[in-house]
């Protein structure tokens, strides 16, 4: 993992073309945002924390992500073993930890939010992610994998936010 990520140092600014790339990449990638998900943007952390709060939250494209790291955690497993995964696992854990949990709590300063728990369900989403990101790549499949680009959006300095309402939505 590059020292010089960004970690949500563009979260609330317009999506770059190059940001959109990684968006169609994740969504062409991903099997059940690829036909009917489109494309949205957040712009604000109060928008971002209506979302994550949001009753209506669609759960199926979380359930399948989940599904889809169980999947990669037993093909990484394979390769490695348990025990040389969860070490693996665990460098990238503590190298990233207190840097996205630091950016996050900037970026949310310098908006001028002080709210604990969103923060934490930012570094919480960038650090899952980085896992995710991980097991593709040990279990060889990285390069296009949707982990793989969602977690380019992280360290570019977005935060994906997931599907609400019909939209894969990125602060």
């Given at each position: 993992?590059?020292?010089?990520?960004a970690?949500?140092?563009?979260?609330?600014?317009?999506?770059?073309?190059?940001?959109?790339?990684?968006?169609?990449?994740?969504?062409r990638?991903?099997?059940?945002?690829?036909?009917?998900?489109?494309?949205?943007?957040?712009?604000?952390?109060?928008?971002?924390?209506?979302?994550?709060?949001?009753?209506?939250?669609?759960?199926?494209?979380?359930?399948?992500?989940?599904a889809?790291?169980?999947?990669?955690?037993?093909?990484?497993?394979?390769?490695?073993?348990?025990?040389?995964?969860?070490?693996?696992?665990?460098?990238?854990?503590d190298a990233?930890?207190?840097?996205?949990?630091?950016?996050?709590?900037?970026?949310a300063?310098?908006?001028?939010?002080?709210?604990?728990?969103?923060?934490?369900?930012?570094?919480?989403?960038?650090?899952?992610?980085?896992?995710?990101?991980?097991l593709a790549?040990?279990?060889?499949e990285g390069?296009?994998?949707?982990?793989?680009?969602?977690?380019?959006?992280?360290?570019?300095?977005?935060?994906?936010?997931?599907?609400?309402?019909?939209?894969?939505v990125?602060?």
């Amino acid at each position: 993992m590059p020292a010089a990520a960004a970690w949500f140092s563009r979260v609330g600014l317009p999506l770059t073309p190059s940001d959109r790339a990684e968006v169609v990449a994740l969504l062409r990638g991903h099997r059940l945002l690829a036909e009917a998900a489109e494309m949205g943007e957040v712009d604000s952390w109060a928008e971002a924390s209506s979302i994550v709060r949001a009753a209506d939250w669609d759960g199926s494209w979380w359930d399948d992500e989940e599904a889809e790291r169980e999947r990669l955690w037993m093909c990484a497993a394979e390769r490695l073993g348990e025990n040389a995964l969860l070490g693996k696992l665990s460098e990238i854990a503590d190298a990233l930890t207190q840097s996205v949990r630091d950016a996050a709590g900037t970026a949310a300063a310098h908006a001028g939010v002080a709210d604990g728990a969103l923060i934490r369900a930012a570094s919480g989403a960038a650090l899952l992610a980085a896992q995710q990101s991980a097991l593709a790549s040990i279990a060889l499949e990285g390069g296009t994998h949707f982990f793989t680009h969602k977690f380019a959006l992280f360290k570019n300095g977005r935060w994906p936010l997931g599907l609400h309402l019909g939209r894969y939505v990125v602060f």
